[in-house]
């Protein structure tokens, strides 16, 4: 496609459930990073992967959170057992392998509440 | 760790005067890249400008310009000739080179741009 494209752009979820955000990068983009914004603040950085593999999930805050990239396309970020403290816009961006100076592409991400 | 300060929640400035949008940073690293990212509502953060920290030329991008600081760490955008347009949550990003290249974000600046 044309850029980074996120769905669902919404979901609303009880406390408890299980969710799934999905996300299809830039198309032979090999790098792709997801990132979370709780209201009011930046972007923080949850995972980041280079193909199929995750090279960096230091940013992922427990073991309820998890993400998959299988085929190393669309990415699929996974919340297990969600609480409310998981509200917040989950951002995905992609970009050309790392090459200097490389710009990520954002999509417009999805808005989780957890109520 | 770096870390990323945007000391300025808001600002306002009227159509088509200037405005300066102020960002420091701490860091150990001495190869890294330097971002302004804007976010409208539609919450897609869109690169404005970057920063390699091995320039010592300001980056210049039509109305957009940086004051880089290298030794105060120091990343500021200058907007002139601000337009409606231009309103926005604006965010500061350090990437450093290397390793995931994730970025690491501000806490941002709510621009409006008053008729």
């Known amino acids: 496609g044309a850029g980074v494209s996120q769905t669902p752009s919404n979901k609303v979820t009880e406390k408890g459930k299980y969710v799934e955000l999905r996300c299809d990068p830039i198309s032979g983009h090999t790098a792709l990073y997801w990132y979370r914004q709780s209201l009011g603040q930046g972007p923080e950085f949850l995972i980041y992967f280079q193909g199929t593999g995750a090279a960096d999930d230091s940013g992922l805050p427990n073991d309820r959170f998890f993400a998959v990239r299988p085929e190393g396309s669309v990415s699929t970020l996974k919340i297990q057992r969600t609480e409310r403290g998981d509200s917040a816009v989950y951002l995905c961006?992609?970009?050309?392998?790392?090459?200097?100076?490389?710009?990520?592409?954002f999509g417009q991400g999805t808005r989780l509440t957890v109520v | 760790a770096q870390t990323v300060t945007q000391s300025q929640p808001e600002m306002s400035v009227q159509e088509a005067e200037t405005v300066t949008l102020s960002c420091t940073y701490d860091?150990?690293?001495?190869?890294?890249?330097l971002f302004w990212y804007k976010q409208p509502p539609s919450r897609q953060m869109i690169l404005v400008i970057r920063?390699?920290?091995?320039?010592?030329q300001n980056a210049t991008e039509n109305r957009f310009s940086v004051n880089f600081q290298k030794a105060a760490k120091s990343f500021s955008l200058k907007i002139s000739d601000s337009q409606l347009g231009d309103t926005a949550m604006y965010f500061c990003?350090?990437?450093?080179?290397?390793?995931?290249?994730?970025?690491?974000f501000g806490k941002g600046t709510k621009l409006t741009v008053n008729p």
């Open positions: 990003a350090f990437r450093a080179q290397g390793g995931s290249e994730k970025l690491v």
């Open positions: 961006a992609s970009s050309l392998i790392r090459q200097k100076n490389t710009e990520a592409f």
């Open positions: 920063q390699e920290a091995y320039k010592q």
């Open positions: 860091t150990s690293e001495n190869n890294y890249y």
